[in-house]
């Protein structure tokens, strides 16, 4: 029986927690067993990707490094509000809604709104927001010499530099063209970003979503299965390629 998040048995996704946790440790190996052992089982009986759980183990271990003074080894234990939250994020990415765990361990259901994945919380304001997008843009990974493509950025970037300074002062209507015409371009974006990859770049992406889907896809529907790979594809694209999301929610 599959008990992870659809990669491994639940014996080899407790090991490889326990090996990333040790390298963050700084080589400190600190045992996955008892109470740590029943914690990462709930991650994996949810269906919560590797990946996932990686990054939240990241949040916690930089968040515990900010801190001044020498720090113990960190136990496992200490990261699950950061997996959770994490796990949470990337569930309203795929379009299937959070899991919020209640202390006697029942899953709810969330219908959040999708957010931009690894975000971990409000995205501040629209023209800050605006202003990021910009920057990414202007550093993503996609190899220019597509024609195409080289004149979508060049439009991106200064349509974007206007919508920062109006969004600076938009209300209202004038708020929600922005937000429409972000929406707008996000998609411009994406299909433009679909056929600068190789056919093997998204063959691959495809698998990868396929793996990170597998512990929660027995729990889906057809159509919700289907509208989960494909978006779960386009974050693993945005993802490879240093992309922003445009769309403002």
């Known amino acids: 029986m599959m008990m992870s998040s659809g990669m491994e048995e639940l014996p080899d996704y407790c090991r490889q927690i326990e090996s990333y946790l040790c390298r963050k440790n700084g080589g400190h190996l600190v045992r996955i067993v008892g109470p740590a052992f029943e914690t990462v089982r709930g991650w994996a009986s949810q269906g919560v990707p590797l990946k996932v759980a990686f990054q939240g183990i990241d ?16 136990r496992i234990e200490f990261c699950e509000a950061d997996v959770l939250e994490s796990f949470d994020a ?18 709810t259901e969330d219908g959040a709104s999708t957010e931009e994945w ?16 910009l920057s990414r843009v202007l550093v993503a990974k996609v190899e220019r010499g597509n024609a ?13 530099d206007g919508l920062a300074e109006t969004s600076k002062t938009a ?31 998204a063959d691959a992406l495809r698998r990868e979503a396929d793996a990170e ?24 694209l945005r993802e490879s390629l240093n992309l922003p999301v445009l769309s403002y929610e």
């Open 171 to 201: 209300r209202g209507d004038a708020r929600a063209r922005c937000i429409a015409r972000l929406a707008e371009l996000d998609t411009e974006l994406m299909a433009a970003a679909r056929k600068a990859v190789t056919a093997a770049t």
């Open 59 to 74: 949040r916690c271990v930089e968040r515990a490094n900010a801190k001044a003074g020498r720090r113990r080894p960190l």
């Open 148 to 160: 195409g493509f080289d004149d979508l950025i060049a439009r991106l970037t200064a349509e974007l």
């Open 213 to 236: 889907l597998a512990g929660l896809a027995g729990r889906m529907t057809a159509e919700a299965r289907e509208k989960a790979r494909t978006l779960a594809f386009d974050r693993l």
């Open 118 to 133: 690894g975000s971990g919380g409000r995205k501040g304001s629209l023209a800050a927001h605006i202003s990021r997008g």
């Open 90 to 107: 990337w569930r309203r990415a795929i379009g299937v809604g959070a899991s919020r765990v209640s202390e006697d361990g029942a899953g």
